[in-house]
């Protein structure tokens, strides 16, 4: 791994690279997991933010509104030169042995101190997704990283589905988290990349037209 985190840090300029060392001396990179070859992160600071490397691919993302490798993936890439990341692979493997009734109670005890994680164990259908989305708002504890972690769930079950008019319900609801905190970055840049992954995709005219308004009265830059 290490000749490919150098590799990466190719990319950064020294400036950018500073402010991310600094920005892990705060200790500002939180919630580290690996998964195969895709390492996920959140950065903290006047904003969470969601953080992935592809060590295969070595394709870098982050949700801030930075359009360059940004001082939270320096920081990560630091993060990881110094430490080890939870491999769910190792995870998996220390679960097995555990018979049903330990998993039950592990599972239940999670929920009990995380009950906004129990959206993890709804079968998707329709219902449960649209009922997800009418009920998706700004967390109380400040945490939007988990939010945005339910809404890429929601998503992806979306896509699956292609169930276009559940995608434009998504939109609408992300537009009504904008109107009540229109100064977040990454909301912004979530909604801009919903409307483009949408709008690829082959909708009904009427679906089209649904879209072009959205567009049309939020006229964000995407």
Same mark, same amino acid.
């Given at each position: 791994m290490e000749k490919i985190l150098s590799e990466l840090e190719k990319r950064f300029t020294s400036d950018i690279w500073q402010r991310g060392k600094r920005y892990y001396e705060e200790g500002l990179i939180d919630k580290i997991v690996k998964s195969g070859d895709v390492i996920t992160a959140v950065s903290y600071g006047n904003s969470a933010y969601r953080l992935k490397i592809n060590l $295969? @691919?070595?394709?870098? @993302?982050c949700s801030c509104p930075c359009d360059f490798e940004c001082k939270h993936l320096a920081a990560l890439i630091i993060w990881?030169?110094?430490?080890?990341? =939870?491999?769910?692979?190792?995870?998996?493997? @220390?679960?097995?042995?555990?018979? $049903?009734? +330990?998993?039950?109670a592990m599972l239940c005890n999670i929920l009990r101190n995380k009950p906004e994680l129990m959206v993890y164990t709804q =079968? /998707?259908?329709? !219902? !449960? %997704? @649209?009922? /997800? #989305?009418k009920k998706t708002w700004f967390p109380k504890n400040g945490d939007n990283a988990t939010m945005y972690s339910q809404l890429d769930y929601v998503k992806e079950a979306i896509f699956n589905k292609r169930d276009w008019e559940l995608a434009i319900a998504l939109l609408r609801k992300l537009i009504d988290l904008y109107d009540h905190d229109p100064e977040s970055d990454e909301l912004i840049n979530y909604i801009d990349t919903l409307l483009y992954e949408v709008s690829k995709q082959k909708l009904a005219k009427q679906q $089209? +037209?649904? %879209?072009?308004? #959205? #567009? $049309? +009265?939020?006229? *964000?830059? *995407?």
């Open positions: $295969k @691919s070595k394709e870098m @993302s990881l030169r110094n430490n080890k990341a =939870v491999d769910l692979a190792d995870m998996a493997g @220390s679960l097995e042995p555990k018979t $049903k009734e +330990e998993l039950i =079968v /998707l259908n329709n !219902a !449960a %997704i @649209s009922d /997800l #989305i $089209k +037209e649904e %879209i072009r308004q #959205i #567009i $049309k +009265e939020y006229p *964000f830059d *995407f």
